[in-house]
């Protein structure tokens, strides 16, 4: 828990002042967690005898990154190259003798559409009207979900939600984990909009943040399937107490697209 608990600390002093100025210091906040993902995404599938392709999956979520936070117009003909360019050089292997270059390939599309292309959203997210803002709103909720189902799940947590993907999650938690994301939607919604740029009444800012509670922890569960389909902990150990760069970001990826198209559509 010490350990657990300097990193996080050490996170956040890096991590928020790049959240509150944006620029290049968030663009390679954002690319250094999320291009590590890709990374990390790839060895655990290479650990279970498959082969996607490092360069296309880990240089095309780089390049997707890039091209997203500064080109978007061309963010999708950029997704389009690097899937065709998978393919290509899957058939190859598949020709020199790899007989499961189809399955690769799907661990490489899918990589490049889940870490990649998902993850350019917390990037499009910054670059909104009053960018900085919207990621201070749609961050602390997934965090404070994930502290308020951590914390009510150890104590009282009876029920088990998901006992094959991660048997330690329980349905007091998750509810929990909901309920702490609304009240920071209400609280968040109200700040910003009496002391911020922002105009989100009450109840859409609970809303938001109860969607956001419901629905990002999904992602955790969907990182749990990968690793216990490789037979693996941790995505990597590069933080101390908290494993790989996907370990700290699963739940971001949810909550960056679900909270973009939200803002984009409601708010």
């Known amino acids: 828990m010490i350990k657990r608990t300097l990193s996080s600390l050490a996170l956040l002093s890096i991590g928020l002042p790049a959240l509150m100025f944006g620029g290049i210091f968030y663009f390679l906040l954002i690319v250094f967690f999320v291009v590590t993902a890709a990374w990390e995404y790839t060895l655990m599938f290479r650990a279970a005898q498959y082969q996607p392709s490092r360069l296309i999956l880990v240089g095309g979520t780089f390049v997707i990154l890039f091209i997203r936070a500064f080109f978007p117009a061309y ?24 007989d499961h270059a189809t399955v690769d390939f799907a661990i490489t599309v899918a990589g490049l559409t889940y870490v990649g292309w998902f993850g350019a959203y917390l990037l499009q997210l910054r670059n909104l009207q009053h960018g900085g803002w919207w990621v201070f709103l749609v961050l602390p909720c997934v965090w404070l979900a994930d502290t308020g189902a951590y914390a009510i799940g150890a104590a009282y947590g009876r029920h088990k939600m998901a006992p094959r993907l991660s048997p330690k999650k329980s349905w007091e938690g998750y509810w929990a984990g909901a309920f702490t994301s609304f009240l920071a939607g209400v609280f968040l919604s109200f700040a910003y909009s009496t002391w911020g740029p922002l105009n989100v009444p009450l109840w859409q800012g609970g809303l938001f943040g109860l969607v956001i509670g419901l629905l990002a922890p999904l992602g955790d569960l969907g990182e749990s399937m990968f690793k216990r389909q490789v037979g693996m902990k941790d995505s990597g150990n590069i933080i101390p107490g908290h494993g790989g760069a996907f370990d700290r970001i699963d739940s971001w990826l949810w909550g960056a697209v679900i909270g973009y198209y939200y803002i984009v559509w409601f708010l």
Request: aromatic share 20%.
């Open 75 to 98: 963010g999708l003909i950029a997704f389009e190259i690097f899937i065709l360019a998978a393919l290509a050089w899957h058939l190859f292997e598949y020709e020199r003798g790899r």
